[in-house]
């Protein structure tokens, strides 16, 4: 596919970042080159109008990036979920281990509706822990949750099996 050859060459692989071993992929070469963010929105949107989608959900802080995007061409909102303490008005929270340490996802409950059918984007799916996290934090709003989407998949990782629901990934490494 033509859209997604662009994606794959407009991502910059930085390797040893932000620690050595590490290769980082970074998405802001796609906004770099407007060639490649259209294809971006054009592959995420044609996905995502089969799913009859109520809410857009996007995670602190690339997927606040792609999240109005793609919301602009659904007419549907969007919602942010945040780190503690970023977020006012009536918030749940959900705390869950990183790789050090913990940390606290949170959401302003009264702008989700009870079943409303809902996908969360992100820029990377690498173990999937985020991805967890914001799950059980929209399952604990009401929201059905009825896929995660990403703009890069390090397939390896094997995060998508932790997840339990289904994951759409533009591009994939290993
Ligand atoms: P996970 O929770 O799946 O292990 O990690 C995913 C989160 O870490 C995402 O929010 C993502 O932004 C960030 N992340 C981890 N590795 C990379 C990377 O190589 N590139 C980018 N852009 N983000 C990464």
Redesign the pocket.
Known sequence: NEKIQLLRDAIVSYPDFPKPG??????FGIFRNIVAMRAMKDLIVEHILFLEVDLVVG?????FLLGPIICMELGKPFLPIRKKGKLPGNVVQHAFN??YGEATFEIQTEYVKKGARTIII????????????AIELLKLSGAEVIECL?I?E?SG?K?REKLGIPVHSLVQYD
């Open positions: 590490v290769i980082f992929r970074d998405i995670l602190d802080s690339r997927g990183l790789e992100d820029d990377l799916l690498a173990t999937g822990g985020s991805m967890v996290a990403t890069i390090l990782l995060g």
